[in-house]
């Protein structure tokens, strides 16, 4: 059984910043992709960012590209989205989401695609 916990939302100003947290547990995840993805009130969940578990390849969606960083720490089983010059667009319910690696990074943007989700976090910009 997979979990995947996150943590990290919160309020924040326009310009600020927040670092999610997203810990794996369950299984071992060596041959996994993880993902981040957000969704907001009444638009369909949107990829964000994907990294594979070694940590040595990413894919980041063009909206958030120079703005957030995903990152992974494999020793802790744990999943980092740093958030930077955040906007009130960039409010929505934030997921960390991981699969077993079928396929290509790039195709990591397919929700789809991701067999396990966590339970999100709510991540607040106010202007």
């Known amino acids: 059984q997979v979990q995947l916990v996150e943590s990290g939302g919160g309020l924040v100003q326009a310009g600020g910043s927040l670092r999610l947290s997203c810990v794996a547990s369950g299984r071992p995840f060596s041959s996994y992709a993880m993902g981040w993805f957000r969704q907001a009130p009444g638009k369909e969940r949107e990829f964000l960012a994907a990294?594979?578990?070694?940590?040595?390849?990413?894919n980041y969606a063009d909206s958030v590209k120079g703005r957030f960083t995903i990152d992974i720490s494999y020793l802790k089983k744990t999943l980092y989205l740093q958030m930077n010059s955040l906007q009130p667009e960039d409010t929505a319910v934030y997921y960390c989401a991981a699969t077993p690696m079928t396929f290509a990074l790039s195709e990591a943007t397919n929700r789809n695609l991701y067999a396990y989700w966590g339970q999100g976090t709510q991540v607040t910009v106010s202007s």
């Open positions: 990294i594979t578990w070694s940590g040595s390849s990413t």
